[in-house]
């Protein structure tokens, strides 16, 4: 398939100001719809984890989201990347995944980790495609559609 904006041109930024949480949060409910962020719940995990969003010829194409290690988690990092669904195929999420990855290692992460949502099988098979594996499957509170937790073999 030939990509429409090369993914070199592919303009990814750290969440700042309310137009980037606007942005994150969007992509991120689109994909998630059975977990929606407000405004301030989005502003709370940028306080947190790294937050940003991507931009091909100024059109959204997705976000990611990289929680560093913590003193709960060890080593792990996770790294999400979201790329919206009329975006996939194109090269975006490998150009996303690999920037969150290079910065799950700069936060001197040892183990890599990532959540799907189950019924996103772009995601699944992205993640599968990149090495993950499955280890555990819950559904959330009100939630009928699992979430998938890989790690990075």
Request: glycine share 6%; net charge negative.
């Amino acid at each position: 398939m030939r990509l429409s904006v090369p993914v070199s041109d592919l303009r990814i930024e750290r969440v700042d100001g309310d137009a980037g949480l606007e942005d994150w949060q969007y992509a991120h409910n689109l994909i998630i719809p059975t977990h929606t962020l407000s405004l301030d719940d989005v502003r709370e995990r940028s306080q947190r984890n790294l937050l940003e969003v991507a931009y091909a010829d100024d059109v959204l194409v997705g976000c990611t989201t990289v929680r560093p290690p913590t003193s709960d988690n060890g080593s792990t990092a996770t790294v999400n990347a979201r790329v919206l669904p009329e975006h996939r195929r194109q090269g975006y999420g490998e150009a996303l995944y690999e920037r969150g990855l290079a910065q799950a290692r700069e936060l001197n992460a040892e183990v890599i980790e990532t959540v799907v949502w189950a019924s996103n099988v772009d995601g699944v098979r992205f993640a599968e495609k990149h090495g993950f594996v499955e280890f555990d499957r819950y559904l959330l509170p009100g939630d009928d559609v699992y979430w998938i937790d890989l790690r990075l073999t």
